[in-house]
């Protein structure tokens, strides 16, 4: 299983993003599927999740904010980010969890950064 995330990069206060992540070896539709992030010296953290049957979580912060979706015809997994503020900045990673052979299993992308500056 493969995740290739793209889509960072240096934007100002108030820009938008829109990150993706690519997966190849699983079964996607039913994989469930997420963006994490991370900054230096900080535990990785819950960005947003959507689960295979489309149900949706997202961080108090960024609520309102960002939006997940998916599209299991391209495999792929979206993060929308508006509004986007300089705690924002950080190195985000997509994870899909997918189930073999009755076990479930993360795999991770290997993270694109987001910087947001003026």
């Known amino acids: 299983v493969q995740l290739q995330a793209s889509g960072g990069g240096l934007v100002q206060p108030g820009g938008s993003l829109r990150l993706s992540c690519a997966v190849s070896g699983s079964t996607f539709s039913s994989d469930d599927a997420g963006w994490f992030r991370q900054t230096p010296g900080k535990q990785r953290e819950l960005v947003a999740t959507i689960n295979s049957v489309g149900r949706i979580n997202y961080a108090d912060s960024v609520k309102g904010r960002f939006t997940i979706s998916r599209d299991n015809a391209k495999s792929t997994v979206y993060l929308q980010m508006n509004s986007l503020k300089p705690e924002d900045a950080a190195v985000y990673y997509c994870?899909?969890?997918?189930?073999?052979?009755?076990?479930?299993?993360?795999?991770w992308g290997q993270g694109t950064e987001v910087t947001v500056s003026s």
């Open positions: 994870r899909i969890t997918s189930a073999i052979s009755s076990s479930r299993y993360a795999f």
